[in-house]
């Protein structure tokens, strides 16, 4: 459903407990390549090859190249004005929860803290081995795949098509979804699941839901507002 910018600014203003779900599209004004769309990676390179637990045991070094080419685009990049909006909401409001299907950190960057990262984090490690995962910023690493200290591969953290979602991150997000008053979903297009299933799930639970997107999504007719346009340039009217 379309509204105006002052319907939803005013929704924004007066609710108490506030769920965001963020999509690659939130980052796209920073400089970080969307998934699907125009200029999308999923147009250059195929997901079955780059982005499955299969694609890194057939082809790890492959696998890492294509997230360390990633992380040296992410390193450039700074938050923009749409992840700066997201940090004031947090602050203004009692109960708030920042869900992202990001993996980039710029939400951390820009200062969100009341957040979870329902896709992992590209500046994580994993041992495939014995599991244990720690922070590692490097650009260029002595050997592709890294090994753990166990002798184990080392993958990124991220999750993969076909694997489950952090357990405590996806409980904490429906947690957030049931009890929230209004849903602001801004750059995804809403077709990966279970994340895109936070939607409806706001809807049946009674939330308002408002969308913040430069195209037209399988949810906007459903949405009680759909604004089109570009994250950095909508959230700052939105959240002042
Ligand atoms: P997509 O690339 O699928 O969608 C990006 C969305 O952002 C599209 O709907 C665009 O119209 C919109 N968009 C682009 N630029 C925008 C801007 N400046 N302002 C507002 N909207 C904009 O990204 P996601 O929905 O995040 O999964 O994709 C979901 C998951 O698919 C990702 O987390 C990733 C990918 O495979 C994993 O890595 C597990």
Redo the contacts with the bound molecule.
């Keep these: 459903m379309a509204c105006t910018l002052e319907q939803a600014r005013k929704w924004i203003e007066e609710a108490e407990r506030i769920v965001v779900l963020t999509?690659?599209?939130?980052s796209?004004?920073s400089g970080v390549p969307?998934?699907?769309?125009t200029g999308?990676l999923?147009r250059q390179y195929r997901?079955e090859e780059l982005?499955t637990p299969e694609a890194f045991a057939r082809d790890p070094k492959l696998v890492w190249e294509w997230y360390l080419w990633r992380r040296s685009i992410i390193a450039k990049a700074a938050p923009n004005p749409g992840h700066l909006a997201l940090v004031r909401l947090e602050a203004r409001k009692p109960e708030f929860l920042l869900i992202t299907?990001?993996?980039d950190g710029l939400h951390e960057r820009a200062g969100s803290r009341r957040l979870v990262k329902l896709?992992g984090d590209i500046w994580e490690v994993r041992c495939v081995q014995c599991g244990r995962q720690e922070r590692d910023e490097r650009l260029e690493l002595p050997e592709l795949p890294p090994r753990c200290s166990c002798g184990g591969s080392l993958r990124p953290a991220?999750?993969?098509?076909g694997e489950d979602l952090p357990e405590n991150a996806w409980n904490e997000a429906v947690r957030a979804v049931h009890s929230a008053q209004l849903l602001l979903v801004?750059?995804?297009?809403?077709?990966?699941y279970p994340?895109a299933s936070l939607i409806p799930m706001a809807r049946t639970s009674g939330a308002r839901i408002i969308e913040?997107?430069?195209?037209e999504?399988p949810y906007s007719p459903a949405v009680d507002c759909a604004l089109r346009g570009?994250?950095?340039e909508l959230l700052p009217q939105l959240i002042p």
């Design positions: 999509g690659a599209g939130i796209a004004e969307t998934f699907r769309g999308g999923w997901p982005a299907q990001n993996v896709h991220v999750v993969w098509f801004v750059g995804t297009s809403a077709v990966v994340a913040v997107n430069l195209e999504t570009r994250a950095g």
